[in-house]
């Protein structure tokens, strides 16, 4: 079992910055893949970023690229979300979630059913 706690959210202006940050831990030795998605308000939860957790390789939804940055602490299995220029339509219950099969796709990994483990959610809140 592997557990993910998610840290950082809160209330920020538009055109702001927040951090998120998820801390992964039980069995960790087998990540294959690690993302955030985010649930607004009334809406269905989708995909935000993910990242290879060998070689780093990330890919990033049309909506947040270029002003959100996923990186990772390999030695403290911590991936994080950077979002900088913020928007009011950022505002959402954002998840951490992991991978632990190998060989996923990429449009696989786009999708909630590419994740094995999910953190409880923290709330960012932008407002205008």
């Known amino acids: 079992q592997m557990q993910l706690v998610e840290s950082g959210g809160g209330l920020a202006q538009a055109g702001g910055s927040l951090r998120l940050s998820c801390a992964a831990s039980?069995?960790?030795?087998?990540?294959?893949?690690m993302a955030w998605f985010r649930q607004p308000p009334g809406k269905e939860r989708e995909f935000v970023t993910f990242?290879?957790?060998?070689?780093?390789?990330?890919y990033y939804a049309d909506s947040v690229k270029g002003r959100f940055t996923i990186s990772r602490e390999n030695a403290k299995n911590t991936v994080y979300l950077q979002m900088n220029s913020l928007k009011p339509e950022d505002t959402a219950v954002y998840y951490c979630?992991?991978?632990?099969?190998?060989?996923?796709?990429?449009?696989?990994?786009?999708?909630?059913?590419?994740?094995?483990?999910w953190g409880q959610g923290t709330q960012v809140t932008v407002s205008s």
């Open positions: 039980g069995r960790t030795y087998n990540i294959y893949a």
């Open positions: 979630a992991s991978s632990v099969r190998s060989l996923r796709t990429m449009e696989a990994l786009r999708t909630r059913a590419g994740y094995d483990y």
């Open positions: 990242m290879y957790w060998s070689g780093g390789l990330t």
